[in-house]
């Protein structure tokens, strides 16, 4: 009798592992883990009652509820095999967790306009592509890296005082609420460009533009009046007086930085030009004016920011704004539009697109309440050599395994441009050679290049019209560039499928989406336009000065509410 008080009764662990619901993964996992051990009879426990230590490490029945209370301290303290075995088991869920989807669904819930708690510091605005003739001549591929020039005025701006009454019709497009599940539309044979709209002015007026993140300024095409304006989606922004910016102001000190002849202490207005790399270019001066915009809980705000009354545009400009009304410049730039909602203090600078995979359209939101930190891949941002542009250091860069040389580097490393604003994706000299040289490795049973295809440099012709690009892209291999490191295990990678750097053309032919560009910047930088950005959030965090991207589905916003397994 006395050895079986002695002898410690036999302890199993148990883990149990919850699993929430395929429909609803916000519930989360739980896991719970206990010990248990046969209890000796209830009567046989009143007739010697062990030492108060065997009491802590042997399990009591409740006789009401039937569980059993076990001493954590005992079984889990003293005894490492189950401590890791508890362990073990919690790294291989979170391991399956891990391996599951990189959707941005995730611990995510849709925004709701009814929750109070929501935060107001993020803007949320549709995206839609641009239909028309791009894909058709590769001289109309728009290549949106804008920088400002000197600028050489040739005429000069008259404005108006009337104010014109706005007609009270606006499309059904520009009525969307932000915070709604934003329709998409589209055609395999979009322009790749993305648009999102604004509302201006008091009363506020619609106007469609381009999402750039490449150019520093936001414009809108202006009747001040206007030399050279394209056909745009609406009627051009009428200025006063009282909204001209003048010269002094430190936005045109920022814009006018290029200017070789001096400031114009006795002008009234502040002239600028923008040139872009497809040799387009804007020429305006800068006003100030409300900009309407919807918080991410539905309720509206206003601001007043500064940006151009573009009244002379050249180049593809011309062709290109029949569907828009003027750019949004998304730099680092402190007159890019979130720069300025930031120094108001409506917005953390942060900024994030969502480009759908199929070109249908997407999201863009100011502000750091829709970043799902955690899963997401981070890399540094670079100040040099481009201080106004998003880009990162890039170490390898290969096609399936066969590394690509990245041509001429800066310390060893590449740099990777990331360019909403340009519709293709340019690779150094070097690089583009090396990827052509490969895909002559693509089988001509099944795809043969077609010189009479002119709506990119490299077409194939298959035997029956492509209609979408996952009927060919066994024969592709991704694109995988690699940051941080040359060894895997402390590097960050971004993994470009077929989709991103394909395109199908109005023949159904499958063209490279992918160009030289050797004229880039010196030739120096890998440049993302939106082909190869799609199919990914991605994320700009100029407070903490990093990169971020996660695969999605860009369907619509949602925000993080916790990790898992807390």
Not at 51 to 56: G, I
Not at 70 to 75: D, T
Not at 115 to 138: A, V
Not at 247 to 263: A, D, F, I, T
């Amino acid at each position: 009798m006395e050895d079986n008080t002695n002898d410690s009764p036999p302890v199993k662990g148990v883990v149990i592992i919850t699993l929430p619901p395929l429909d609803n993964p916000s519930l989360g996992k739980t896991i719970t883990a206990f010990t248990l051990s046969d209890s000796p009879p209830q009567h046989q426990q009143q007739q010697q009652e062990p030492p108060q230590q065997s009491q802590s490490s042997v399990p009591q029945q409740d006789s009401n509820t039937g569980f059993f209370h076990v001493s954590l301290q005992r079984s889990f303290l003293f005894r490492p095999r189950i401590v890791l075995g508890i362990l073990g088991i919690s790294i291989i869920a979170l391991s399956f967790w891990s391996s599951l989807s990189q959707e941005t669904l995730f611990e995510l819930r849709d925004v709701d306009r009814d929750d109070h708690n929501s935060s107001n510091s993020s803007f949320i605005l549709p995206l839609y592509p641009k239909r028309g003739s791009i894909w058709n001549s590769r001289t109309d591929v728009e290549f949106k890296l804008g920088r400002f020039v000197d600028f050489k005025p040739d005429i000069v701006m008259e404005l108006v005082n009337d104010q014109e009454k706005i007609a009270k019709s606006v499309s059904a497009a520009t009525k969307l609420d932000s915070s709604a599940n934003f329709p998409v539309k589209g055609n395999i044979h979009s322009d790749g460009l993305y648009y999102t709209y604004m509302l201006v002015g008091n009363p506020p007026k619609p106007y469609f533009l381009d999402i750039d993140t490449g150019s520093d300024l936001m414009w809108i095409q202006c009747d001040a009046p206007c030399t050279s304006c394209a056909k745009g989606a609406h009627p051009l922004y009428k200025p006063r007086n009282v909204n001209m910016i003048p010269p002094k102001n430190p936005y045109c000190v920022e814009v006018q930085e290029n200017l070789r002849s001096k400031y114009c202490d006795n002008c009234h207005q502040c002239d600028y030009e923008v040139e872009y790399a497809d040799h387009s270019s804007s020429v305006g001066v800068l006003a100030k004016d409300t900009l309407q915009l919807v918080l991410a809980n539905g309720t509206g705000t206003k601001s007043d920011v500064v940006f151009g009354c573009a009244y002379d545009q050249q180049g593809t400009l011309l062709n290109t704004l029949a569907n828009t009304d003027g750019i949004l410049g998304l730099s680092r730039a402190p007159i890019s539009l979130p720069s300025q909602l930031a120094s108001h203090g409506f917005i953390n600078n942060v900024i994030g697109h969502c480009l759908a995979a199929d070109t249908n359209g997407g999201y863009l939101f100011l502000g750091n309440d829709f970043v799902p930190h955690w899963r997401m891949s981070w890399v540094p941002m670079l100040n040099a050599p481009f201080p106004n542009l998003y880009q990162a250091g890039l170490m390898k860069m290969n096609y399936g395994s066969k590394e690509l040389q990245l041509g001429s580097t800066r310390d060893g490393k590449g740099t990777v441009v990331f360019d909403s604003g340009s519709t293709c994706t340019y690779f150094t000299n070097q690089a583009y050679k090396a990827l052509n040289s490969m895909l002559e490795e693509i089988s001509s049973e099944v795809l043969v290049k077609d010189a009479s295809d002119t709506t990119l440099p490299i077409c194939w012709r298959a035997k029956f019209p492509v209609r979408s690009i996952t009927e060919v892209r066994q024969f592709f291999k991704p694109l995988n560039l690699q940051f941080g490191s040359k060894w895997r295990i402390a590097s960050t990678k971004l993994s470009i499928p077929a989709e991103g750097y394909l395109t199908i053309s109005e023949k159904g032919n499958v063209c490279l989406g992918i160009l030289d560009g050797s004229n880039i910047h010196d030739g120096s930088a890998i440049l993302l336009g939106d082909i190869s950005l799609r199919g990914q959030l991605f994320v700009y965090d100029n407070v903490n000065e990093k990169i971020g991207w996660i695969r999605s589905n860009c369907e619509r916003p949602q925000k993080l509410l916790s990790l898992p397994f807390f």
